[in-house]
């Protein structure tokens, strides 16, 4: 694959991850950076990188006309998106099909009718895959009520275009929801543009389960397994692990086979991953979304496989087929990963940019550390404040949890405070230690006793 050449349209630890996976299939790897990462990692290991914009990232990686250009004045012929940014913008990934640019990532067709998840919610029911009662759009707080009525308390209203949390409201009542509903709406238009609401049941103690897919845009999808990344605060994944070891055998090969129905349904290309509410009291599990990219835990999914997908991904961008079928598709051992972010979690994890002065990772057999930074690395202010993912394997949860800690413990990080404090409380408690965890478990525990 030597006579290609990848553009890397983003930052961070991801970007440095393409940089690294491109040289190792013998790809010449070009990154876009703004003018505050021109000296990152990913920029000192790329075969050349160019400089799109200033550190505003409106100004820079969320331009996608800019990196196109960038891309093609570059001779490109593949661009990996990453996560984040544009990722999932079907804007970018057009833009690189009428310029003649593989687009690493599914066709921009697919990524609008995914992105939309009432439209989302309708492929999925037409594919067979079990949703979470609820309904299509809803037009006032009026109708919000009357549904509310016919599902039962309490809700979850839900922006059509939304993610990250945004535009979502739980209600327990009718008073909620009418609250509720102007304060979802508004949110939604703010953050998406797009104000359409509609609403779910909501699962007080759910676990969160997806599972991780590989399409090559013919129709043959194959799966590497599931992950459970129900330790989150306010929607936004803090520890992720996989696989789901809470879940029976039996519903975990109905939880593979619905992800793998919906995404051969739309000829689905490139990875992705298919998110599931987990109802552990009733044993059921129900379609949320799917996000059209590749994902931040993704590396639980290579550990437990011993497969590198983004190696994959950009292997399918050149129109090679799938290198793998399921049944060469082997998990083993259990794996956890968590987001190292330069926040101090202890005042309502407010972002701490600044310039890491130590840097001390831990190292050893089934440890793993993806990140993009060194010593005297600086962390400017223009973006998501994650510096690395810490992943540890071992045969099974007991170990990892053991083998985590131990690495979070030899952990050294000096300059800027980080959530590494906070994981080391996760992974003590008695309740993560013996699995008993769902999506509202870190605030209504851990954190809520934090803050008293």
Known sequence: MASHRVFVANRGEIGLRIV?????????????????DRGS???????????????????????????????LSTGCDLLHPGYGFLSERAELARLCEEHGIAFVGPRPDVIDALGDKLRARAMAEAAGVPLVPGTGEIASAADAVRAAAEIGYPVLLKASAGGGGRGMVIA?????????FAKASAEALAAFNDGTLFMERFVPEARHVEVQLMGDGKGHVIHFGE???????????????????????????????AAVALAASVNYRNAGTAEFL?????????????????????????????????????????????????????????????????????????????????????????????????????????????????????????????????????FEVEGVPTTLPLHAKIVSQPDFMANRIHTRWLEKTVLAGAME
């Open 227 to 257: 992950r459970d990344c129900s330790v989150q605060r306010r929607y936004q994944k803090l520890v992720e692990e996989a696989p789901c070891a809470a879940m029976s055998a039996q519903l975990r090969a109905k939880l593979h086979e």
């Open 172 to 180: 327990h009542d009718a008073k909620e929801v009418e609250a509720g």
């Open 20 to 36: 690294r996976a491109a040289h190792a299939l013998g790809m010449e790897a070009v990154i876009g950076v703004s003018e505050a």
């Open 278 to 410: 987990y109802d552990v009291a009733r044993q059921e599990v129900y379609f949320i979304e799917v996000n059209a990219r590749i994902q931040v835990e993704h590396p639980v999914s290579e550990m437990i496989s011993g497969f590198d997908l983004v190696q994959e991904q950009l292997r399918i961008a050149t129109g090679a087929p799938l290198s793998l079928t399921q049944d060469q598709v082997v998990l083993s051992g259990h794996a956890i990963e968590c987001r190292i972010n330069a926040e101090d979690w202890q005042r309502d994890f407010m972002p701490v940019p600044g310039t890491v002065t130590r840097w001390k990772a831990p190292q050893g057999e089934g440890v793993r550390l993806d990140s993009h930074i060194t010593e005297g690395a600086t962390i400017p202010p223009y973006y998501d404040s994650m510096v690395g993912k810490l992943i540890v394997h071992g045969a099974s949860r007991e170990e990892a949890v053991a083998k985590l800690g131990e690495a979070i413990a030899g």
């Open 41 to 71: 990692l990913a920029a000192r290991e790329a075969d050349r990188a160019v400089v799109l914009g200033p550190g505003p990232a409106a100004k820079s990686y969320l331009d996608a006309r800019l990196i196109v250009q960038a891309a």
